[in-house]
C-alpha cells in the first residue's frame, strides 16, 4: 500500500513541473508577442514626432543639418533608428510652413525567444525578421 501511494505523489509532482514548464514557456512567449507590438506602435509615433522635432529645430535656427540632427538624437533617445531624413528644409521668404520633412525610423524589440525564430527555413525566418524589424515612415510639414 505504501508503494503505490509513492508512486502517485511522482505523478503528481511530473504534472505540477509540467504545467509550470508550460506556463512559464506561454509567459515568455506573450512577454515578447506585447515587446514587438510595443515596438511597432511606438516606431510610428517616434518618427512622427522626430519629423515634428525637426521641423520645429528648422524654424528656430533655420538650419537643415541642425534639424536633422535634432530628429536623429530625438529617435536615439527613444531608442530608435534613423534609417532615412528627407527634406526640403530651406531658408525662404515665404515662411517656414514651406518645410517638408519626411522621417524613415526602425526600432528592434528586446526578445527572449523571437529573435531565434529568424532563423527558421521556409519563408517563416524573413517574415518574423521583417515582423522584429519594424519601420515607419512619416512625413510632416
Known amino acids: 500500500m505504501g508503494i503505490s501511494r509513492w508512486r502517485r505523489q ?3 509532482v511530473r504534472g505540477v513541473v509540467f504545467y509550470a514548464a508550460v ?3 506561454v509567459g515568455v512567449l506573450v512577454l515578447d508577442a506585447v515587446s514587438v507590438v510595443h ?3 511606438g516606431v510610428r509615433q517616434d518618427a512622427s514626432d522626430a519629423a515634428d522635432q ?3 529645430t528648422f524654424v528656430q535656427t533655420e538650419s537643415p543639418d541642425m534639424a536633422m540632427q535634432s530628429a536623429s538624437t530625438f529617435l536615439k533617445i527613444h531608442s530608435s533608428i534613423l534609417l532615412k531624413a528627407d527634406s526640403t528644409l530651406q531658408r525662404s521668404t515665404e515662411g517656414p510652413s514651406q518645410a517638408t520633412v519626411t522621417i524613415t525610423a526602425a526600432k528592434t524589440p528586446h526578445t527572449y525567444v523571437f ?3 529568424q532563423k527558421l527555413p521556409w519563408g517563416i525566418g524573413p517574415w518574423f ?3 522584429l524589424n519594424p519601420r515607419s515612415t512619416q512625413t510632416n510639414s
Open 23 to 25: 506556463l512559464v514557456i
Open 10 to 12: 511522482d505523478g503528481f
Open 129 to 131: 525578421h521583417h515582423l
Open 54 to 56: 525637426a521641423l520645429s
Open 115 to 117: 529573435h531565434y525564430f
Open 39 to 41: 515596438a511597432s506602435m
